[in-house]
Antibody, heavy 123, light 107 residues
Framework: QITLKESGPTLVKPTQTLTLTCTFS??????????VGWIRQPPGKALEWLAL???????LYSPSLQYRLTITKDTSKNQVVLAMTNMAPVDTATYYC???????????????WGRGTLVTVSS | SYELTQPPSLSVSPGQTATITCSGD??????AYWYQQRPGQSPVPVIY???ERPSGIPERFSGSNSGNTATLTISGTQAVDEADYYC??????????FGGGTRLTVL
């Protein structure tokens, strides 16, 4: 059974860097085809894909946010970390960690999802 | 950037068929995925690769994708199906894209 759990601050100040950690179990990011991603959802709004890291350390980023995002993995700890710089109130959202599935790296879908963590950006 | 468009809302009566559309340029040339999000819960995939059902998803959920439109169909809609539904695809620039979501009300 695959599980993922997000952790990190619930409140950050504008201009600060947000660092979120996803701790997962039930698979290894050393295994061919595996990947972990991040998706966010502002309160009452739609889902937005942010980033994805693959078993071979290939990384994909949302073009609109790529200059603010860094995704890394620590396979020994079964963790993936997302860093987002220069946070602003519009970045207030629930941030989900997700396990990727799919036959190729441009055919990605997400299952399962973590429970999500609400991050509020406010001074 | 690539965009996916969904109707904001849809209402159906119990037992009826709910049809939720997702439109995007040449979407039929890509795979479409669908997620169900019940209030206060994380999304769950209900359709992947246009028409495949993940394990545990009832047979009343089906999907299709052709031309510029992907469709999620829920046959014999039940009250438990009331949720937000999101379509998703990958564009040629390897960007994950979600639709704006459709709120399905079963009344």
């Amino acid at each position: 059974q695959i599980t993922l759990k997000e952790s990190g601050p619930t409140l950050v100040k504008p201009t600060q860097t947000l660092t979120l950690t996803c701790t997962f179990s039930g698979f290894s990011l050393n295994s061919n085809g595996e990947g972990v991603g991040w998706i966010r959802q502002p309160p009452g709004k739609a889902l937005e894909w942010l980033a994805l890291i693959f078993w071979d350390d290939d990384k994909l980023y949302s073009p609109s946010l790529q200059y603010r995002l860094t995704i890394t993995k620590d396979t020994s700890k079964n963790q993936v970390v997302l860093a987002m710089t220069n946070m602003a109130p519009v970045d207030t959202a629930t941030y989900y960690c997700v396990h990727r599935r799919g036959p190729a790296r441009h055919y990605n879908w997400f299952d399962p999802w973590g429970r999500g963590t609400l991050v509020t950006v406010s001074s | 950037s690539y965009e996916l468009t969904q109707p904001p809302s849809l209402s159906v009566s119990p037992g009826q068929t709910a049809t939720i559309t997702c439109s995007g340029d040449k979407l039929g040339n890509k795979y479409a995925y669908w997620y169900q999000q019940r209030p206060g819960q994380s999304p769950v995939p209900v359709i992947y690769q246009d028409s495949e059902r993940p394990s545990g998803i009832p047979e009343r959920f089906s999907g299709s994708n052709s031309g510029n439109t992907a469709t999620l169909t829920i046959s014999g809609t039940q009250a438990v199906d009331e949720a937000d539904y999101y379509c998703q695809a990958w564009d040629s620039n390897l960007e994950g894209v979600f639709g704006g979501g459709t709120r399905l009300t079963v009344l």
